[in-house]
């Protein structure tokens, strides 16, 4: 076990500063990819903009990297789902509940903020989940699909400036999860982890029911990224119950990300049976959490400076966390008004606001990625996509 991830960390190693090296060297080209669309089913980490369609949206400093200004994603810039798209030659995903501006001929994303894998038993602002979950997002892709049937069939359906995709797109779409860590991490405080554990495998179950799903609807090539060390998470570093033994010599909580390991081999030995029952599809686990823990881990070694300290955040310290002033708020504490506002360098920092990546740490996850040595079983990108340093 420890030759085989120090392998994998040396190929990390070695594939980050070819690319680093290649950014700098190398002019920014269009892929061109026989991926005409990606649909995207998932939580904060790729929602692009669902979730604050529906509901109150961001503030500043939220967006000031990239789009200097709010746009829905929770963080300083792009989701790894944009540079996702980014690399295959499409334009970013329009959310599902974006009633304006949409542009669905390249695909559609279906992630929310908070959205969790299972059903959530409680109004979201009571408990801070979203009620899309993963079942909800599936009902809302079969609806699209039945739209887009009905509107090329018959021309009987006036959607009035939405653009939708052609009616054969979705058995050639690319179909990306990433979403449990919700289910993960909400009710460790009141469960633990042991507690925690003993409904991982529904988890699971449901990611697997969804994609069979999709596949009886069309879909055929799917990609499931698994969790990331949210031990490593300014956060949760500071909300989750641990004690000074449970710490790593890189700053992370060694239990909480021991679980999270333990949940990803059991989607991963998951999604292998899958393979097996659907001979004519590609489902791929995507190890984003190798290439997470390593930026977390030696955040120097890839150009970054903090692993474990947010951004956007409020307390300095080691974290820059505090859980009653969260990035973009103001409050009073102590009779004092206090912000919690972003840093003046966030391409050096892994966490942007405690919970979620930079721009900077999601386009190195993407780069990874695309490399292709993070997928089980073997995928090559290349051999679907003229890829040619796709990602600016």
């Not at 070694?301 to 820059?320: P, V």
């Not at 009779?335 to 979620?356: I, L, M, R, T």
Request: aromatic share 14%; charged share 15%.
């Amino acid at each position: 076990m420890t030759v085989a991830m120090s392998n994998t960390t040396w190929g990390f190693h070695v594939f980050l500063a070819v690319v680093l090296t290649a950014m700098v060297v190398v002019p920014r080209c269009k892929a061109t990819c026989s991926f005409p669309a990606i649909f995207n089913f998932g939580d904060s980490n790729t929602d692009t903009g669902g979730f604050f369609a529906a509901f109150p949206p961001l503030v500043p400093p939220y967006g000031i990297t990239y789009f200097n200004k709010p746009v829905g994603r929770t963080t300083d810039g792009r989701v790894i789902v944009d540079f996702l798209a980014q690399g295959l030659g499409l334009p970013f995903l329009s959310p599902y509940l974006k009633s304006i501006g949409s542009d669905y001929r390249h695909g559609a994303n279906f992630a929310t903020v908070s959205s969790t894998v299972m059903l959530p038993h409680s109004f979201p602002f009571d408990s801070g989940v979203s009620p899309f979950s993963l079942a909800i997002q599936f009902n809302q892709f079969k609806q699209f699909k039945v739209m887009v049937d009905e509107e090329e069939e018959h021309h009987s359906y006036d959607y009035g400036n939405t653009k939708l995709p052609p009616k054969n797109i979705f058995g050639k779409a690319l179909y990306t999860f990433y979403i449990g860590q919700n289910d993960f991490t909400l009710n460790l405080t009141s469960l633990g982890i042991s507690g925690v554990k003993q409904f991982l495998p529904e988890v699971v179950g449901q990611i697997v029911k969804t994609i069979n799903d999709i596949y009886a609807l069309g879909g055929r090539t799917f990609f499931i990224l698994n969790l990331a060390p949210v031990g490593c998470y300014p956060g949760f570093l500071v909300k989750l119950p641990h004690n000074a033994s449970d710490v790593d010599q890189f700053g992370c909580l060694k239990s909480y990300n021991n679980a999270v390991v333990d949940y990803n081999n059991m989607l991963k030995d998951a999604l292998r049976q899958t393979r097996k029952n659907l001979k004519d599809a590609n489902v791929v686990y995507v190890d984003t959490h190798t290439i997470l823990l390593e930026l977390f881990q030696h955040p120097t070694s890839h150009g970054l400076k903090f692993g474990t300290k947010a951004c956007c955040g409020y307390g300095g310290g080691d974290y820059n966390f505090n859980k009653e002033v969260v990035c973009g708020n103001t409050k009073v504490v102590n009779g004092q008004k206090v912000s919690a506002e972003a840093c003046e360098d966030p391409y050096n920092y892994v966490s942007w606001d405690g919970f979620h990546l930079t721009d900077a740490a999601n386009k190195l996850t993407a780069h990874a990625i695309f490399n292709g040595s993070y997928f089980d079983p073997p995928f090559s990108l290349h051999h679907f996509c003229d890829i040619v340093h796709p990602i600016g």
